[in-house]
């Protein structure tokens, strides 16, 4: 059995670390800060056998130096010059066997250029998502365009319903108040945003979320429905699904 479980980080990152039943070995996927993951390796005794990355930015990658250095373990990531450390570059189509589970690579660029997601079917099948998908949200648009963000978004709606979706922050508060802007007609965001609250206030994290809870909370990925067209037509998008997502997120950056 693949246990995951969340290192956070900064303000408001997740690190995940993945560990198969009772085996030392460990994976963590994003590592921005070293420090917290040693902590958790030292106590623990654990031994760190890989890292995922799914793109450059600094808060993903940051720790990869001193971890590397300290610990030696393969690095799985985007076929990226920026990002120093990578032992084995990745990309749309490949395959990784990590932690006994076979994980699926995939290109979701949008946020950057360079963004992988690492998904692997099975009970429950897991999805590393990086800033691409957010709970009940998308990821800024840095490098890519809408149409690949939306290309992305539609990827993971396709996937099994019952996937569980690990982003890399805790934006699901702030993403649900804007969903309710956004889809103000959808009850299930109205639930949430009082599941998150209280998730919140006892410090819990909200994620993992699911595939099938996104396709009834994000407005990224409803755009087709009546009630998100609706009020991104009031923020001046016509009627077509990739208009939809492109004021709603230029839309969220000024909210």
């Given at each position: 059995m693949?246990?995951?479980t969340p290192?956070?980080?900064?303000?408001?990152?997740?690190?995940?670390?993945?560990?198969?039943?009772?085996?030392?070995?460990v994976?963590?996927?994003d590592?921005?800060d070293?420090?917290?993951i040693m902590e958790?390796?030292?106590?623990?005794?654990?031994?760190?056998?890989?890292?995922?990355?799914t793109h450059?930015?600094h808060?993903?990658t940051?720790?990869?130096d001193?971890l590397?250095s300290?610990y030696?373990p393969q690095?799985?990531?985007?076929d990226?010059?920026?990002?120093?450390g990578i032992t084995?570059?990745v990309?749309e189509?490949?395959?990784?066997r990590v932690m006994g589970r076979?994980?699926?690579?995939?290109a979701?660029?949008g946020?950057?250029?360079?963004?992988?997601?690492f998904f692997?079917?099975?009970?429950?099948?897991?999805l590393?998502?990086?800033?691409?998908?957010f709970?009940?949200?998308c990821?800024?648009?840095f490098?890519g365009?809408?149409?690949?963000?939306?290309?992305s978004?539609?990827r993971?709606?396709a996937?099994?319903?019952e996937?569980?979706v690990?982003?890399?922050?805790e934006?699901?508060q702030?993403?649900?108040t804007?969903a309710?802007?956004?889809?103000p007609?959808n009850?299930?965001v109205?639930?949430?945003?009082q599941e998150?609250?209280?998730a919140?206030e006892a410090?819990?994290?909200?994620l993992?979320s699911?595939?099938?809870?996104e396709?009834?909370?994000?407005p990224?990925?409803?755009?087709?429905?009546?009630?998100?067209?609706?009020?991104a037509?009031?923020q001046g998008a016509?009627n077509s699904d990739l208009?939809?997502?492109?004021?709603?997120?230029?839309?969220k950056?000024r909210?």
């Open positions: 693949l246990s995951v290192i956070p980080a900064f303000s408001d990152n997740y690190i995940w670390l993945l560990r198969q039943d009772a085996s030392q070995k994976c963590v996927v590592p921005g070293a420090a917290p958790v390796l030292e106590r623990e005794a654990l031994e760190l056998e890989t890292i995922l990355i450059h930015h808060d993903h940051g720790g990869l001193e590397t300290r030696s690095v799985i990531g985007p990226n010059p920026a990002i120093a084995r570059a990309g189509g490949d395959e990784v076979l994980f699926e690579v995939m979701t660029p946020h950057t250029l360079d963004h992988i997601s692997t079917p099975g009970i429950p099948s897991l590393f998502c990086g800033d691409t998908l709970c009940a949200g990821g800024r648009l490098e365009s809408p149409e690949q963000l939306h290309q978004l539609k993971f709606a996937l099994p319903e996937t569980l690990f982003a890399a922050h934006y699901t702030a993403n649900l804007f309710r802007q956004a889809d007609d009850e299930d109205a639930y949430a945003l998150s609250r209280r919140r410090e819990r994290p909200t993992p699911t595939i099938g809870r396709l009834n909370i994000n990224y990925l409803r755009v087709h429905t009546a009630s998100v067209r609706h009020a037509g009031t016509n208009a939809t997502l492109t004021t709603l997120r230029e839309w950056n909210f």
